[in-house]
T-cell receptor, first 114, second 116 residues
Framework: NAGVMQNPRHLVRRRGQEARLRCSPM?????VYWYRQLPEEGLKFMVYLQKENIIDESGMPKERFSAEFPKEGPSILRIQQVVRGDSAAYFC????????????FGPGTRLTVT | AQSVTQLDSHVSVSEGTPVLLRCNYSSSYSPSLFWYVQHPNKGLQLLLK??????LVKGINGFEAEFKKSETSFHLTKPSAHMSDAAEYFCVVRAAGGTSYGKLTFGQGTILTVHP
């Protein structure tokens, strides 16, 4: 059973471009979480999704950020018009049932905005 | 609301000596608590978890943690440090209900350095 997969592992974007980060959860997991780790900081919750539904997006910046988890395919975190402050490591985690089981983390995507 | 406070941002030990990483939590209900480890430029690996069963929890690589409700603490220990233990450690609390179901709240992290 493959673990949580994220791609790309490293992404470089110029200011103003769009960044698309992908997350494939573990097989059988329908709960996906995105977290952001800014330099010198811990991880901060961004969004919680189930298939085709956003359950909690209280940690998402109000503008330029969006997330989806379609019926088929990976979860996508999209950042439009990136700025230098978006440079961070973005981690995806999946769970079978987050109230009862642990979350398994992917290796992360390290976004650098130049 | 819930939160965790890791009391030390950096801990330095010598190889073969005990490790203690301190964590205090705040939660309005019986919490689920975790310790994760992150090696440089890597993802997070679960070390151990407490989910209201035994208060002394054993994890991987010789780590263990004790849940103390009276002290609202969940400190991580290991009897003898190994060079490979050098990493950043995160104490984490999990939300139990509402729309935040399953959401993890991370402490600021403790960087463990192990000297030969």
């Amino acid at each position: 059973n493959a673990g949580v997969m994220q791609n790309p592992r490293h992404l470089v974007r110029r200011r103003g471009q769009e960044a698309r980060l992908r997350c494939s959860p573990m097989k059988g997991h329908s709960h996906v979480y995105w977290y952001r780790q800014l330099p010198e900081e811990g991880l901060k919750f961004m969004v919680y999704l189930q298939k085709e539904n956003i359950i909690d997006e209280s940690g998402m910046p109000k503008e330029r950020f969006s997330a989806e988890f379609p019926k088929e395919g990976p979860s996508i975190l999209r950042i439009q018009q990136v700025v230098r402050g978006d440079s961070a490591a973005y981690f995806c985690a999946s769970s079978l049932d987050p109230g009862s089981y642990e979350q398994y983390f992917g290796p992360g995507t390290r976004l650098t905005v130049t | 609301a819930q939160s965790v406070t890791q009391l030390d941002s950096h801990v330095s030990v010598s190889e073969g000596t005990p490790v203690l990483l301190r964590c205090n939590y705040s939660s309005s209900y019986s919490p689920s608590l975790f310790w994760y480890v992150q090696h440089p430029n890597k993802g997070l690996q679960l070390l151990l978890k407490y989910t209201s069963a035994a208060t002394l929890v054993k994890g991987i690589n010789g780590f263990e943690a004790e849940f103390k409700k009276s002290e609202t603490s969940f400190h991580l220990t290991k009897p003898s440090a190994h060079m490979s233990d050098a990493a950043e450690y995160f104490c984490v609390v999990r939300a139990a209900g509402g729309t935040s179901y399953g959401k993890l709240t991370f402490g600021q992290g403790t960087i463990l350095t192990v000297h030969p």
